[in-house]
């Protein structure tokens, strides 16, 4: 029987060769590509997503409650189904497609929080790396929920998902290293 952790990382591969095999699909198309398979590649990247931060979440995270990874379940879920409600256009696109970005990123931050062992005892550097995430992470979800179009946001847009990367990096070489003293 296969055990939880080992299916949620199939999933991510499952999900993660369909989108690669929808992207090889829409490239050989060029621009007669067919809706479908479009909009098939967004839910299937929110899949990606999902089954990912799940994964993550069930093998890197051994102190975690019960009710913080059925948390990580349930929004993950709940990410794909609005994906799917979004790109097949049953929510419409033109006034939705901020807030499932939004939820993305939420999504998202709080995979890293919980690979940070956020609340928990853990050194000084990984608590500020983890509140230097949340800052960048609430401007990117702020900048999406007033859907901004000023086009000189954009560097400001791309370091700010740049540092929420590499502090999640850096946190995680932190809580790797042994500490004598918090």
Not at 43 to 58: E, H, K, P, R, W
Not at 87 to 97: A, D, E, G, R, V
Not at 121 to 131: D, E
Not at 138 to 154: C, D, P, R, V
């Amino acid at each position: 029987m296969l055990k939880k952790k080992n299916s949620t990382g199939i999933l991510a591969i499952a999900s993660v060769i369909t989108l690669i095999l929808l992207m090889l699909i829409i490239r050989s198309q060029a621009e007669m590509v067919k809706a479908l398979y479009v909009k098939l590649a967004m839910t299937n990247f929110a899949l990606v997503v999902a089954s990912a931060g799940i994964y993550l979440t069930d093998v890197f995270t051994v102190n975690i409650s019960r009710r913080v990874k059925l948390l990580t379940w349930y929004m993950g879920g709940l990410l794909v189904l609005l994906a799917f409600l979004v790109c097949f256009n049953i929510l419409p696109f033109s006034s939705t497609w901020n807030w499932l970005i939004v939820f993305g990123i939420l999504f998202i931050l709080v995979v890293q929080l919980q690979l940070l062992h956020w609340g928990n005892r853990v050194p000084q550097m990984v608590r500020f790396s983890a509140l230097l995430i949340v800052f960048c992470d609430a401007f990117l979800i702020f900048f999406f929920i007033a859907k901004w179009q000023n086009y000189q946001l954009g560097a400001w847009i791309n370091f700010a998902t740049v540092i929420s990367i590499v502090l999640t990096i850096i946190g995680l070489i932190f809580l790797k290293k042994p500490t004598s003293s918090n």
